[in-house]
């Protein structure tokens, strides 16, 4: 079955995919309402990601993945 992955080495922390996640689900841009987390160590900035149960894969068509400016998530 096909998932969600994060590629932690490219990911830049801008949480555009938090935010894409939160508006098309919930109606608003607010990362703490997506259904899935980036949290970046603010020294080092090393990257951890993590996709919540409650992500549905937006029915096939990831609106994360669409719109990760860098191509840090697959949809695989
Ligand atoms: S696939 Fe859809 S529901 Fe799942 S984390 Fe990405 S935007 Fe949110
Ligand atoms: S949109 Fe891409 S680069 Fe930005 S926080 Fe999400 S995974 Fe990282």
Redesign the pocket.
Known sequence: MKSIQ??SD?????????N?CSFSHEGEFNPSRAR?K?Y?EPFTGD?E?QVLESCDLCGGKPE?VR???????KFA
């Not at 490219?10 to 938090?18: A, I, L, N, Q, S």
């Not at 719109?67 to 998530?73: E, F, I, M, N, T």
């Open positions: 994060i590629s490219r990911c830049v922390g801008c949480m555009t995919c938090c894409v899935l980036i970046m990257v990601g994360c719109w990760c400016p860098v191509g840090a998530l």
